[in-house]
């Protein structure tokens, strides 16, 4: 199995990856991260590392933002709902997601 990513960037400057998996010859692709900061929206993956500290990555593991967990809800059928706050290209945001290697889908602040 091999592993890579593709990043494309669009005339108003948002940057869009595109993660690819390949298998026994066969390529399978789907939207990794996006940061589009004049949009307001950013997207990646929520990393917490052995120290316990929590940080937005690309699809490849790139470091895009630090992550502050400022609370934990419970969802449907009790699952457990982490919601995240950052600070990027100045401006605040706020997301929520499953937790540790779950995609996170983030806005700016109000």
């Known amino acids: 199995m091999k592993a890579r990513s593709h990043w494309e ?3 108003d400057g948002a940057r869009h990856e595109l993660g690819i998996v390949e298998v026994n010859g066969h390529e ?3 939207c990794g991260s996006t940061i589009d900061a004049s949009a307001g929206v ?3 993956y929520v990393h917490v590392g052995a120290d316990g500290v929590a940080t937005l990555t690309t ?3 790139q470091h895009i ?3 502050y967990k400022s609370g934990e809800s419970r969802g449907w059928c009790r ?3 982490t ?3 950052a600070t990027f290209a100045g401006k605040r945001w706020h997301g929520r997601n499953a937790g540790a290697s779950m ?3 983030m806005r700016t602040g109000r």
């Open 9 to 11: 960037t669009t005339a």
């Open 28 to 30: 399978f692709a789907a």
């Open 42 to 44: 950013l997207v990646g």
């Open 59 to 61: 699809w490849d593991g």
């Open 65 to 67: 933002c630090p992550l």
């Open 79 to 81: 699952s457990r709902i």
């Open 83 to 85: 919601c995240w706050r």
């Open 103 to 105: 995609l996170l889908r």
